[in-house]
Nanobody
Framework: QVQLVESGGGLVQAGGSLRLSCTAS????????MGWFRQALGKEREFAAS????????FYADSVKGRFTISRDSAKNTVYLQMNSLRPEDTAVYYC?????????????????WGQGTQVTVSS
């Protein structure tokens, strides 16, 4: 079993920055692909960013490309999402996810474990 705990969400003005963290426990962190998804009120969960187990490959949704950066620190069992130039439309609950079986890291079905989510609210 894997436990994922997100932190770093909050309220920020448009144009500001936040860094989300997700710390994993319970299983070898270095062998998992990691992803960040988000779900706005009344909308489906959508992909934001992912990073391969090796840390060498990253993918981003077009809506966040150039503004968000995903990274991982295996020594701390933690994956990060640095979010810059935030917009009101980035407002959502952000979820961290871990994948231990090879699959599409850009789709929710590619992940076996999920965190509880952290709220990000961007005011205009």
């Amino acid at each position: 079993q894997v436990q994922l705990v997100e932190s770093g969400g909050g309220l920020v003005q448009a144009g500001g920055s936040l860094r989300l963290s997700c710390t994993a426990s319970g299983r070898t962190f270095g062998s998992s692909g990691m992803g960040w998804f988000r779900q706005a009120l009344g909308k489906e969960r959508e992909f934001a960013a992912s990073i391969a187990a090796s840390g060498g490959s990253t993918f981003y949704a077009d809506s966040v490309k150039g503004r968000f950066t995903i990274s991982r620190d295996s020594a701390k069992n933690t994956v990060y999402l640095q979010m810059n130039s935030l917009r009101p439309e980035d407002t959502a609950v952000y979820y961290c996810a871990a994948a231990y079986i090879l699959g599409d890291l850009r789709h929710p079905t590619g992940y076996q474990y999920w965190g509880q989510g952290t709220q990000v609210t961007v005011s205009s």
